[in-house]
């Protein structure tokens, strides 16, 4: 019989903080659990990029540590997602594989739902990875756009639990270098880039772009809330990124007329040259498309990244299946799909 113990964990102040040994510890099990499920280390991460991550304060999140033995074999989260007062929470469970089948990751994530229950939420929320394509039999996307195995763990821990599909993910990969080329802008527009912090006069733009990232994408039927961003906001965003290590590379689209940013995408490049790159935000507002904007900003962007940072295996990014356009713009620069994220709902009352 497995002597277990489930704690919460307390976030140290930075990663050289006496107490940050459970974090990085924890660090290290999240990265071999992906591993093993994903079959890459590409999507690991590092104390110091993960500290930043969770310190962001209008993300609640919560870690819960499952010891055995005294060692932490496996770890739940619980996080809210738009401020204390949503009614929504995401939570995930994950066991190393040598623990699993013994009540473990149960027992997690009895722990989470009985939080979410205490806390008044009226739904729960998670993800899970699955590989391409899906094998039968298949739960379909109540989208109509992307799919899951129905055998896959995740679908079978969730599904017996109450949760329903909600939206399907498409993560795709491009190998670098790309070799892309940035086309002529649309009358009307121009191009404006910077590395790290935005420039003080496009914060106000900047901030309208980020709020708009909460609502303009397609949610399926995830419950995602509205965001509200300020350029305080956006300055502490920053911040919080200047301390993971990353350099990060922005291309926005500027509407000449009216002088104002319209659309940007942005990309996360870890120090190490042997780690893939991640796409962050890409967005243009519905009321500039049909410029090829989208198109602009990526060749833009994946151009500087082969200036600037070259040497880096790939680049990832996610989009939601039903979101065509955005899948055209990185089919043509030569993106191909590897995996699916799916993102479940179970509504609690």
Do not use: C
Request: aromatic residues 6%; proline residues 7%; glycine residues 6%.
């Amino acid at each position: 019989m497995l002597m277990l113990t489930i704690e919460e964990l307390a976030l140290p102040e930075s990663i050289g903080a006496p107490d940050a040994g459970d974090f990085i510890e924890m660090v290290r099990i999240r990265n071999d659990i992906e591993a093993y499920d994903v079959g890459t280390r590409d999507f690991a991460v590092e104390p110091e990029e993960l500290l930043a991550i969770v310190s962001n304060p209008y993300e609640l999140r919560r870690f819960f540590l499952a010891r055995v033995d005294g060692r932490i074999v496996g770890r739940a989260v619980y996080q809210l997602q738009g401020g204390l007062d949503v009614p929504t929470a995401w939570v995930s469970v994950e066991i190393l594989p040598e623990f699993r089948r013994q009540g473990l990751g149960s027992a997690l994530y009895t722990h989470v739902h009985a939080i979410a229950l205490d806390d008044g939420r009226t739904a729960m929320q998670a993800e899970s990875f699955h590989h391409v394509p899906p094998a039968e039999p298949v739960i379909i996307s109540p989208t109509g756009f992307g799919a899951v195995s129905a055998d896959d763990a995740p679908s079978r821990f969730l599904v017996s639990r109450g949760f329903r599909l909600a939206q399907v993910n498409r993560v795709s990969r491009l190998a670098l270098p790309s070799g892309a080329q940035t086309p002529e802008p649309a009358a009307g527009y121009d191009l404006e880039a910077w590395e790290g912090s935005t420039p003080q006069h496009r914060l106000s733009d900047m901030a309208v772009l980020h709020a708009r990232m909460s609502t303009d994408p397609p949610a399926g039927e995830v419950d995602w809330q509205p965001e509200t961003w300020d350029e305080q906001r956006v300055v502490e965003h920053e911040r919080r990124r200047d301390t993971d290590g990353r350099r990060y590379l922005t291309v926005a689209a500027r509407h000449i007329e009216s002088d104002s940013l319209v659309g940007f995408s942005d990309l996360s490049v870890p120090p190490e040259v042997d780690r893939p790159v991640q796409q962050e935000d890409t967005i243009v507002l519905h009321e500039h498309r049909g410029h090829r904007l989208g198109m602009l900003l990526k060749a833009a962007n994946l151009q500087r990244l082969d200036e600037l940072a070259p040497g880096h295996p790939a680049i990832y990014t996610w989009n939601a299946e039903e979101n065509r356009p955005m899948l055209t713009v990185n089919e043509a620069v030569g993106f191909v799909p590897v995996a699916v994220e799916a993102s479940w709902r179970n509504d609690l009352n």
